[in-house]
T-cell receptor, first 112, second 114 residues
Framework: SQQGEEDPQALSIQEGENATMNCSYK?????LQWYRQNSGRGLVHLIL?????REKHSGRLRVTLDTSKKSSSLLITASRAADTASYFC????????????FGSGTKLNVKP | NAGVTQTPKFQVLKTGQSMTLQCAQD?????MSWYRQDPGMGLRLIHY???????DQGEVPNGYNVSRSTTEDFPLRLLSAAPSQTSVYFC?????????????FGNGTRLTVT
């Protein structure tokens, strides 16, 4: 399986601090995506990075991708209580087109 | 736009019963998929479809059946429910093709099999 694995499993920070979560995967990918899930809800897409890209930004989000290490990181700057959620990475493999594999997620708690 | 709509939101089944989880999208997406989410396991792909009449298996297809007769709908059938199928089920849709695109998720169906 090329399922991604997030690290850490849980993260608790104060409002205003930065939050970094990491994702590792096993096989070559076409792209990697990050999603957020609020409790009891579906997943919401945050950002997509292609295999030929190294870094992408979207508002307070910064994603990096290192294909040589098969890893990605998501940085949320100046976190807010509303950022409290679970965050998942998902990969689409080169040899598994149209199959998206999700990790087990990082549960982020931002304390006001 | 409604996006991706899943029904029902909650369901309780007895072992051996069958049922269909409904998923509909109004974004004209060719790609649709079903996932199950279990505690500590992330989301696992059950089945997916890249267009009407085309379906394929994901990681955990056993015990589930799908068909795709229209672009809008992608129902998931549980043939004979088992306690191991207790989970939260998510439907997702997206644009298929060479250009990578994000998935749009429904709010899930929470299924309990007793």
């Amino acid at each position: 399986s090329q399922q991604g694995e997030e690290d850490p499993q849980a993260l608790s920070i104060q409002e205003g601090e930065n939050a970094t979560m990491n994702c590792s995967y096993k096989t070559s990918i076409n792209n990697l995506q990050w999603y957020r899930q609020n409790s009891g809800r579906g997943l919401v897409h945050l950002i997509l990075i292609r295999s030929n890209e190294r870094e992408k930004h979207s508002g307070r989000l910064r994603v990096t991708l290192d294909t040589s290490k098969k890893s990605s990181s998501l940085l949320i700057t100046a976190s807010r209580a509303a950022d409290t959620a679970s965050y998942f990475c998902a990969t689409e493999g080169v040899y598994n087109f149209n199959k998206f594999y999700f990790g087990s997620g990082t549960k982020l708690n931002v304390k006001p | 736009n409604a996006g991706v709509t899943q029904t029902p939101k909650f369901q309780v089944l007895k072992t051996g019963q069958s049922m269909t989880l409904q998923c509909a999208q109004d974004m004209n997406h060719e790609y649709m998929s079903w996932y199950r989410q279990d505690p500590g396991m992330g989301l696992r792909l059950i089945h997916y479809s890249v267009g009407a009449g085309i379906t394929d298996q994901g990681e955990v297809p056993n015990g589930y059946n799908v068909s795709r007769s229209t672009t809008e709908d992608f129902p998931l059938r549980l043939l004979s429910a088992a306690p191991s199928q207790t989970s939260v089920y998510f439907c997702a849709s997206g644009v298929t093709g060479a250009v990578a695109s994000p998935l749009h998720f429904g709010n899930g169906t929470r299924l309990t099999v007793t």
